[in-house]
């Protein structure tokens, strides 16, 4: 158990520009979240999945961003057109197979910065 | 919609005092809580959580929960703190299937005197 990990942890990029981030869940574990953090503010979920399905989506989550997890293994979120706004943490939690308690295990983080 | 409120921006306290974070939480059914830590540079650490049986809680570090169902309350305590608790504090409520993830509060941002 090498716990949730994150790449990039740290992005800079330019208005306009697409990034994309990969979240590697703990091993085995089934489902999948994906959250945003903004300065002073506790997390803000996205978006989840089972496996590879992507079974909830927030309002938060706008036509410009994407997430996939193919073959249920890792995921990656795409952000297309960054915007300043769009600059924040984005984390991503984990949840093993028949973990009742909904326990999430959280990865360290990317820190997005949209110049 | 569920809800969480932290109503302590920040909180100071001595080292070796004893400490109380305070959670209020909205819900309609039986929620699920948890405290989650977050010091700079790392991600979310669980402290406790709670969803059914005991409302008195355990969790690492030396941190208890109380829930108390009436007043909708979710309150972290620890008996004599240390420097290195000083981080940033989550309460947060999540339902049962876990489909919409959890909704957090804003934290509190705990600082430790010496």
């Known amino acids: 158990d090498t716990g949730v990990s994150q790449n990039p942890r740290h992005k800079i990029t330019k208005r306009g520009q697409n990034v994309t981030f990969r979240c590697d869940p703990i091993s085995e574990h089934n489902r999948l979240y994906w959250y945003r953090q903004t300065l002073g503010q506790g997390p803000e979920f996205l978006t989840y999945f089972q496996n590879e399905a992507q079974l909830e989506k927030s309002r938060l989550l706008s036509d410009r961003f994407s997430a996939e997890r193919p073959k249920g293994s890792f995921s990656t979120l795409e952000i297309q057109r960054t915007e300043q706004g769009d600059s924040a943490m984005y984390l991503c939690?984990?949840?093993?197979?028949?973990?009742?308690?909904?326990?999430?295990?959280f990865g360290p983080g990317t820190r997005l910065t949209v110049t | 919609a569920q809800s969480v409120t932290q109503p302590d921006i920040h909180i100071t306290v001595s080292e070796g005092a004893s400490l109380e974070l305070r959670c209020n939480y909205s819900?309609?059914?039986?929620?699920?809580l948890f405290w989650y830590v977050q010091s700079p540079g790392q991600g979310l650490q669980l402290l406790l959580k709670?969803?059914?049986?005991?409302?008195l809680v355990q969790g690492i570090k030396g941190f208890e929960a109380e829930f108390k169902r009436s007043q909708s309350s979710f309150n972290l305590r620890k008996p004599s703190v240390h420097w290195s608790d000083a981080a940033e504090y989550f309460c947060a409520v999540g339902a049962w299937g876990g489909a919409d993830g959890l909704t957090f509060g804003k934290g509190t941002h705990l600082i430790i005197q010496p």
């Open positions: 819900y309609g059914a039986t929620p699920y």
């Open positions: 709670y969803f059914s049986g005991d409302t």
């Open positions: 939690a984990s949840v093993g197979i028949g973990q009742e308690t909904y326990e999430q295990y």
